[in-house]
């Protein structure tokens, strides 16, 4: 449903094309949960087993850049993984103020096990695009998202 508001015609654009975006990751995003739900992740510890499966071990504030959660955001992800036997936190023996974050056996396990699962699934959502609108929808969120960059 379009914007009622009453402004200049690129202002409802713009209005538009957010309302569109934000209707669009709320469409999606609730039907990627299901996966999810069924193994007790949120989307953030989903993220952390990714990111540390495809990376390796690092530390908490480089997870909270790569999944783009707030450093408090991200204890409280680690906590939940930690206390399920997914990850395992070590204090770095040369720098006591760093701590590592690795993926236990069983972490390991549960990513390997649900990634291609939530990929088949995200391409499930994707194939209402070709490759090319896959392409300019890749290049415009990547735009938007560091236009803070720029």
């Known amino acids: 449903m379009p914007t009622k508001y009453p402004g200049t015609e690129e202002e409802k654009l713009i209005l538009n094309a957010y309302i569109a975006f934000l209707r669009a990751y709320n469409s999606v ?11 007790r992740l949120t989307a953030s510890q989903f993220g952390v087993l990714e990111a540390l499966y495809f990376l390796g071990p690092m530390n908490q504030k480089t997870i909270s850049k790569k999944i783009l959660k707030s450093a408090s955001n991200i204890c409280t992800v680690l906590e939940n993984l930690e206390k399920r036997g997914l990850i395992k936190r070590e204090t770095s023996t040369k720098d ?10 069983n972490g390991e396990k549960l990513i390997k096990e649900l ?3 939530h990929l088949e699934d995200i391409k499930k959502e994707f194939s209402v695009l070709n490759k090319k609108e896959i ?5 415009l969120c990547k735009k938007l998202g560091l236009r803070h960059l720029a």
């Open 135 to 139: 392409e300019t929808f890749y290049k």
């Open 96 to 105: 006591r103020r760093n701590t590592l974050v690795y993926l236990t056996d």
């Open 115 to 117: 990634f291609p699962l």
């Open 29 to 39: 995003t609730e039907r990627l949960s299901d996966l999810l739900l069924k193994n």
